[in-house]
Each structure stands twice: as C-alpha cells, then as structure tokens.
C-alpha cells in the first residue's frame, strides 16, 4: 500500500512535535496493515493503530454486509466485558451508534477506493480516562486512517474473495470428473457434494434432499454431513411452505436469516439457512442443496448463496450431460447389437440352406459316416448361433 494514500499533512505536522511522533507511528502502522493480506489482520492493524493515533481507551473496526448488519467487528480488547461494552454501544444497522454517558466517542466512516461504504471505525474514551473530548487533530489522524484501512480491507477482501471463488471451481471441476465416470454411485457422488459444500460455506450442517419417489409431496433427505447427520440420512417431511420448496418452486436460491422457516434442519439451536435448488432437465427440480448454521455462529455472507447457486446449477448441467452422454453409449450399443445379429442372421441363412443342399444329396449318394458328423456338426454350430442371436 503506497504512503501516498494520505494527503499532504506537513502544515499540521509542523506546528506539533507530539503531533509528528503520532504521524510517525501511524505510518509503520500503515506498514505493518500492508504486510498482512487478510481481511482479519488488516482489521486488527486498523484498530491498534488506532488506538495509538487517538489516544483511546477502546477501538473497534465493523465491516457491514450487503443488508447493513455487521460481518466482521474486531476489537481491541478481548476481555468479554469489553466485547460486550462495543456491542452495546454500536447497532447492527450501518451509519449509528449509541453514546451514552459522557465518555468521547470518535466514530469514522470506512470506505473503498470506490467511495463504497464498508464499515466504521469508532474510538471509545481518553486512555488517559480524561473526559475530553478528541481533537482536530486526532479526529484528521483517524480519518486518514479509516480512508487506509478502507483501502487496505476493500484489497484483501478482493484476494480473499479470489480464493474462495478458486476452491469453489476445483469443487465444481471435482464433482464433474466424478459425475463423468462411467460407472459413478450417484450416492456417493451426493456425500461428496455435502462433505465439500460444508466445507467451503463453514456451515454447521448441509444435506442433499430430492422429492421421494413415491410421494412428491414429500422431500426425503438422501445424504447429510455435518452435526446430526446420521439422524438427519433417510428422513422425510412434508415440502408444502418449507424454504426447499421455495428454492426448488422458484429455481433460486434462499436464505433463512433467523432459520424460523421450516426445513429439514430442525435443530432447536439453528441459525442461518440457505437452500440451492438443483434445477434442470423435464423434470423442473432434482432436489435440493441445504447449509444452515448454528444459532451463535456468524452468518452466511451474499457470496455463500451465489457460490452455492453456481455449485448447484453446474451438478445438475455436469449430470445431464453425463447421462446424455450414457444414452448416445447404449444407443450406440444397441445399434451395434442389431448389426451384429443381422450379421449372424445372414451367415446362418446361408450355412442352413448349404445343410439343406447336402442333406438332399444324402438320397442321392451313400455317404461316410464322417461327412455325416460334419453335417451335424454344421447344424449344431448354427444353431448356437442363432441362441447367441436371440439372448443379445
């Protein structure tokens, strides 16, 4: 990250000696935020460099989601008294928070290169314990930290978000070799699927459902991985009003924020639920993919359920091409078999009317016993041969 980000501060710096020992900590802190490539590091940088540079008791950095609840809340304390202290005094909602008492608060904006909003920054109390209040000066610190860290954060979220989509596709490129073979286990390659969807969305529990074939009203849970699998394997429940069979009724994904909704995941301690349809082919909808999390876990984030969405769309094109392919296969072998048989059919024709032939000479000419054998021993090869006809 160049220094550069920061504007020309040297008319502030030179009226103020404490002033530039500031600026000199927050620049090594910027050092420090560039060297590490994680979302959560840079976060822990932004907040200690905080602390240092407005001289506050407690800092905290959030990052919000796309409906402006948190996602990401570091803070820089971890004393649980202190935890609790920020959650209270900062909402979920992006753009407020509570100040109650008397104590300074310096809350900041966190932008990306863009002008995005990505979070805030807040600076809680005097580490002095003094009531007051931040200065200019501590205010114009803060702020060109908070546009850094915004940078810094709106980065390694792209580089993380680059990984995630990477292990997504190796996912995607590992169930279609496995869906190609040619004698794939359709459950097993199901397993496969909900041991890696667990694995990639950090979910509590996922389950692959599909309508039971003898009651479409009915969704039966074929495979599950995770928390309470083995009781969840072979279950069914009706779909009518369910978040499956909205997913599966609209042919997009769907997400339970609260997990109020029904489902298959009826844990008393469910959290957040999502559920993929597995659309496609004459038949509209396959079944369904679902993740859900416990209810003190954090939430699935937008890119989940798209990530999700693409894993799911690409098992079923992936399937409808390998039974596509299947079906050219046994076309193909049964034209085969019909020219082989027509092929047969022809030699034995000729092989019975050359018997017939001879066997009409057998009035005319008195023959050894050997070409007798010879003539039986035609008949009984044309007869396997019309037995292999008929079996193939």
């Keep these: 990250m160049a220094l550069d980000t920061f504007p020309d501060l040297s008319h502030v710096v030179a009226r103020s000696p404490r002033l530039d020992a500031r600026w000199q900590r927050l620049m090594q802190s910027v050092g420090h935020m560039a060297r590490d490539f994680t979302v959560a590091g840079r976060l822990e940088r932004a907040v200690e460099a905080t602390l240092e540079t407005a001289g506050a008791r407690l800092a905290a950095i959030a990052l919000y989601r796309e409906d402006g609840t948190i996602d990401h809340l570091v803070c820089s304390s971890t004393d649980p008294a202190d935890l609790a202290e920020v959650r209270s005094r900062i909402s979920g909602d992006a753009g407020s928070s509570t100040q109650p008492g008397s104590e300074p608060v310096l809350e900041l904006p966190v932008h990306s290169e863009k002008g995005e909003l990505l979070g805030r920054l807040w600076a809680f109390g005097r580490s002095d314990s003094s009531a007051r209040e931040f200065s200019p000066d501590d205010r114009l610190l803060a702020e060109n930290l908070a546009d850094t860290a915004g940078v810094a954060v709106a980065c390694a979220t792209a580089h993380e978000q680059a990984h995630y989509r990477g292990n997504w596709l190796d996912a995607m490129a590992t169930i279609s070799l496995e869906l190609m073979e040619r004698d794939y286990q359709p459950v097993r390659v199901a397993q496969h699927i909900a041991e890696l969807v667990q ?194």
Excluded at 305 to 324: G, H, I, K, P, Y
Excluded at 336 to 358: H, M, P, S, T, W
Excluded at 378 to 389: G, H
């Design 199 to 392: 694995r990639l969305t950090g979910a509590r529990t996922v389950t692959v459902e599909v309508p039971d074939p003898d009651d479409p009203a009915q969704l039966e849970v074929r495979v599950a991985a995770g928390a309470g699998a083995d009781q969840l394997i072979g279950t069914t429940f009706a779909r009518a009003g369910t978040l499956e069979d909205e997913a599966m009724g609209t042919g997009e994904g769907q997400q339970s924020r609260d997990g109020t909704r029904p489902s298959a995941h009826r844990a008393p301690d469910i959290g957040e639920v999502l559920a993929a349809p597995l659309q496609g082919g004459p038949t509209g909808s396959r079944g369904v993919i679902v993740a859900s999390r416990g209810a003190g876990q954090p939430g699935f984030r937008r890119s989940d359920l798209v990530m999700l969405e693409d894993f799911a769309r690409q098992v079923v094109r992936t399937l409808e091409t390998s039974n596509l392919r299947r079906a050219e296969e046994q076309l193909k072998l049964v034209e085969e078999r019909d020219r082989i048989a027509k092929a047969l059919q022809d030699n034995v024709i000729q092989r019975l009317f050359a018997l017939g032939l001879q066997l009409q000479h057998l009035n005319r000419s008195r023959l050894q016993l050997g070409e007798i054998d010879e003539l039986l021993s035609d008949l009984d090869e044309s007869i396997r041969q019309i037995r292999t006809a008929l079996t193939m």
